[in-house]
């Protein structure tokens, strides 16, 4: 009686209008999301180890927070149908997980569906979202991420608008990440609703191909990147693109990791990992660590970089960060390593969104190496280097 009690409270609210929860993902989420690596193989065991691993291995130092937990942790839902962990998985159940994660200075994220069943056919949450927030609520859930999958002829912005709605009433406050897929455009109504949306179907860890699941189709980096074009101006603080989660350490080269969270700063994406945090190689580590590069990622002003030139194999691009700086980001799409000279002088960089300009020809700046940590100069000189293939030069301008 007692839960129906408060269900019917929640539902009422106390009269404030429902709207998201504001002064939340002000720099895009930064964090780590089960999906990418152990798909629907989730355990209470798996979390906390990995709660324990970015506590520990410079991860949490370095920005990240939220530990999401991917689809397949439901159980069933009870008589009075409110939904619970699935007890052979996690049997000390959510909240006393949700305690643990907060204990050790981070988040707990969960995942559900706007359909009738998650993706991984667990139940999903149409027809109980206010259920389902008021329990998110209760356990001490801080992000939700809710998918697509099994929603028939559902409107995405109305029933994202069902689970905003659910979630302010509940009264705990969760970044709400719409995975939709980019299907009905989120980035023209997503701002009011969600604090990221998905742009695109899954990403999938390679360089430069698709996977071909038979009626979906999965995408690898350069792939996905292609896809952001002309959606910069829906994304700022508080609201995010969100290009898929991160596949560094999955199985890509070294290169291919670096450049694809370098691309993913560039972005301001959020920069959720996806790979095994408990057994990660010192190089994966200092890629998702790097602090230049996340520094570029979580810069206040919230601009995406753009691709400001390309030829084909090289694209270089830029992003406005504060203090008058500049983002440069150089990709090697090519199998092979390419050549660049780039002369400062003979370029001016403008962006009409932030309308931000730097002029090489009039003012210098300094040009440090995001990942060598080298200062290279300044922009007196011409840029002359070599890019590895499929690997990025990234730069920090700084105005002298």
Known sequence: MKRILFAILC???????????????????????????????????LIRETVDAMATNGMKSAGYQYINIDDSWQGERDSQGFIQPDAKRFPSGMKALADYVHSQGLKLGIYSDAGTKTCAGRP???????????????????????????????????????????????????????????????WLWGA???????????IYPCFDCTQDHGTWKSSGILQILDLQQGLREYAGPGHWNDPDMLEVGNG????????????????????????????????????LTNQDAIAVDQDALGIEGWRYSTDGVLETWFKPLTKDAWAMCVLNRSPRAQKIVFDWKTKTVADDLSKREAHFDTTTYTIR???????????????????PSHDVLMLWLDKM
């Open 252 to 287: 890509m080269t070294v290169n291919e990791d670096r450049a694809h969270f370098s691309l993913w700063c560039m972005l301001a994406a959020p920069l959720i990992a996806g790979n095994d945090l408990r057994n990660m190689p010192k190089p994966i580590l200092g890629i």
């Open 192 to 202: 009011k609703i969600g604090h990221l949306w998905r742009t695109t179907g899954d």
């Open 124 to 186: 999903g949450s149409r027809g109980h979202e206010y259920q389902d927030a008021q329990t998110y609520a209760r356990w001490g859930v801080d992000y939700l991420k809710y998918d697509w999958c099994d929603t028939e002829a559902l409107s995405a912005e109305g029933a994202y608008l069902t689970m905003r709605n659910a979630l302010f009433a509940a009264g705990r406050p969760m970044v709400f990440s719409i995975c939709e897929w980019g299907n009905q455009n989120p």
């Open 369 to 387: 190496d995001v990942w060598t940590k080298k200062n290279l100069g300044t922009t007196r000189d011409p840029l002359n280097a070599e890019i």
């Open 11 to 45: 539902l009422v609210g106390v009269g404030a209008p429902a709207q998201k929860f504001d002064q939340l993902a002000l720099t895009p989420p930064m964090g780590w999301n089960s999906w990418n690596k152990f798909a629907s193989e989730v355990s209470e065991r």
